[in-house]
């Protein structure tokens, strides 16, 4: 393996650390860590076996030794006991976890029938926990020096401080609306790890759902021969009786949560112009980490979050002096005048209606889980017209049931537009690519579990001029694997995620500057002297269009040296184009001047030579064979 690359057990060793050292949130008490310390410890050797392999030839040996049985009993023991955790950590008498149990458990059968659906259906039960490690990694290790995991955003938008200069809002109202936002962000992240668990695991529950039609195509495919027309076809609707609850569930993905002034602020303005009231002084100089210690304690004690009686404490005030008392009345004004509201984003709402009319997996799971976990009752949903707003503790708990909820449902958005790497959601969509070393799959004609796809290593990059991230990702894609097909299917979904020269007026933290993301063959032949061939593609993507590329290179015979190819590309939506070179332009005398990838892959084969352009040209058929395949079972 090389230097860097992720794999499953260094993962869990990695978990079962911070679990020890009790640097998981949700997981602090000793009998909590001994018990998923247990299970963790029992699948390490379980899943060594499946990594290294036995015998002479390891690569074909890996998966066949594998236990499947006992990774699966052990992968989803650890699965139950995590999500437990996290969910009474958010809610202590959450309800409906038995039946997210249940449900497990029957997704789990179920997709022993959809091994024999697809030429090479993969695991999505262990996959889900592999996309939870993943994530802690990322946060942990890989962007330990970036302050992210400390100051993830929320989807909390404090619209006071953002339109201060605008409206000439009074200075007093908007450091109180900074404190509050401050205590609702603080309060939101003691939840992070429990939030960031129950979306990973959760992520992929809809996805038998999703299947439903491919096994009724292959039982009409059979039933057919019998000339059965009338066939009744399994499947399911969300008919009226669903519809409440479907509105509830896309309102709450879709909202925004702002901090608002009330329209009358003629009390704040008096306070905020009186040069003898000190209540803004006071406010300026409150200790954040007093207040902290305050927070911490109400979230400990489970006590109402109240932004008064936190800057009360925290300021010591007490009611019996005149000038205490005075203080406390001002906080009380300004409580009343900075409100919390609930906007749809209407952008977010119509990607959400259009992922349940497609019946994507990932908004399936978000409505399985808010329709059976009881954590989700505690939801407030109103509308920017009520005059009240939100109080400070439900503004919590529609923050972390909102971002559960959107971030399971956007990970399989057809286009998710993003631009920036700093909350949970970003993390979601990351970690579920990158988890391509550790899915299991079935071929239909061996009937036996093969390790999948690629080996990977990934690191994100702070800009040392900025906040920006540069993410590099480099795939081993293992030698029984079509590279070209795996780079388009990688090149395609990373352009539907990712839009990096979309960045809105308001820019926030940890803009994503670059991507670059090689596939590369592997064999056991890549030795200096061998003569194996061996490949490696290579995407840009910039923040500025025109810098996009796509790059080629072979290596022939095991030669360091090898052909190096490099165009620029141009992408509409999901549809990648090249610009041929001048050359090329004229070869093609009077065609597209833009090209597929599969027309640049053709033009790079003309370069090779022997065994290395027949494993090319037979990669190319493939795909176009699997394209046409693909296009005649729609």
């Known amino acids: 393996m090389a230097e860097g690359q992720m794999k499953v057990t260094k993962l869990l060793e990695d978990y079962v650390g911070w679990v020890n050292t009790g640097d998981i949130q949700f997981l602090q008490e000793p009998k909590q860590q001994k018990e998923v310390s247990k299970w963790i410890n029992e699948l390490i050797p379980i899943m060594e076996a499946l990594e290294n392999g036995n015998g002479e030839n390891k690569e074909k040996q890996k998966g066949r030794e594998y236990n499947w049985h006992a990774a699966h009993k052990n992968g989803r023991e650890l699965w139950e006991i995590l999500a437990k955790y996290a969910l009474r950590d958010i809610e202590p008498t959450s309800k409906g976890n038995s039946t997210l149990y249940n449900f497990l458990s029957a997704a789990t059968e179920f997709e022993d029938v959809l091994y024999g659906l697809e030429p090479f259906y993969r695991d999505h039960t262990l996959h889900s926990l592999w996309v939870y490690l993943i994530g802690e990694y990322i946060l942990r290790e890989k962007l330990k020096d970036t302050g992210i995991r400390e100051k993830l955003e929320w989807y909390l938008f404090n619209d006071i401080k953002e339109d201060e200069a605008k409206y000439s809002y009074p200075d007093v109202l908007v450091k109180y609306s900074d404190i509050k936002a401050t205590i609702i962000t603080k309060a939101v992240t003691r939840y992070r790890d429990a939030i960031w668990c129950i979306m990973a695991l959760c992520h992929d529950l809809g996805y038998s759902l999703e299947k439903l039609s491919t096994l009724n195509d292959k039982v009409t495919a059979v039933l057919e021969f019998f000339d059965i027309s009338d066939l ?44 003898q009231n000190e209540t803004k002084n006071r406010l300026d100089g409150i200790d954040n980490g007093k207040l902290e210690k305050e927070l911490e304690k ?59 009319e497609k019946k994507q997996h990932g908004i399936l799971s978000s409505y399985l889980i808010y329709k059976i976990l009881g954590i989700f009752a505690d939801a407030t949903v109103r509308g ?251």
């Open 298 to 356: 109400v979230i400990q004690e489970r006590t109402i979050l109240d932004t008064t009686e936190l800057i009360k404490a925290t300021l010591h005030l007490d009611d019996t002096l005149d000038e205490d008392n005075k203080t406390l009345k001002d906080v009380r004004e300004l409580d009343k005048k900075t409100l919390i509201k609930c906007y749809r984003d209407d952008s977010t709402y119509w990607r959400l209606c259009r992922a349940l």
């Open 232 to 275: 009744e076809r399994t499947g399911y609707s969300l008919d009226i009786e669903h519809q409440y609850l479907v509105s509830q569930c896309l309102e709450l993905m879709a909202m925004d949560v702002r901090i608002v002034p009330d329209e009358d602020l003629s009390e704040v303005e008096k306070m905020d112009n009186d040069p």
């Open 384 to 634: 920017p017209a009520e005059e009240w707003g939100l109080d400070d503790d439900e503004v919590v708990e529609n923050i972390i049931r909102g971002d559960i909820l959107f971030a399971i449902a956007q990970h399989e958005f057809d286009f998710a537009h993003i631009s920036e790497f700093n909350s949970l959601a970003d993390v979601l969509i990351l970690a579920d690519e990158l988890e391509e070393f550790s899915r299991f799959g079935r071929p239909l004609q061996s009937r036996e579990y093969y390790p999948t796809m690629a080996d990977v290593k990934v690191d994100l990059t702070p800009d040392p001029n900025n906040e920006d991230i540069m993410l590099n990702i480099t795939y081993d894609v293992k030698k029984d694997h079509n590279l070209i097909r795996f780079f388009i299917r990688k090149t395609e979904r990373l352009c539907r995620i990712y839009s990096l020269n979309e960045r809105g007026e308001k820019r926030r933290n940890y803009g994503i500057k670059q991507i670059i993301m090689k596939a590369r063959s592997k064999s056991d032949d890549n030795k200096q002297g061998s003569r194996k061939p061996t490949f490696e593609l290579t995407i840009k993507l910039n923040r500025k269009a025109t810098e996009n590329e796509v790059g080629f290179q072979a290596y022939e015979f095991g030669s360091p040296k090898g052909d190096i190819s490099n165009c620029e590309i141009i992408l509409y939506d999901d549809k990648i184009c090249y610009v041929p070179s001048d050359g090329e332009k004229e070869e093609s005398k009077g065609e597209s001047e833009e090209k597929t990838l599969i027309d640049w892959f053709e033009e790079r084969k003309k370069k090779l030579r022997g065994e290395a352009r027949k494993i090319w040209s037979d990669w190319i058929t493939e795909y176009e064979e699997s394209l046409k395949k693909s296009e005649g079972e729609k």
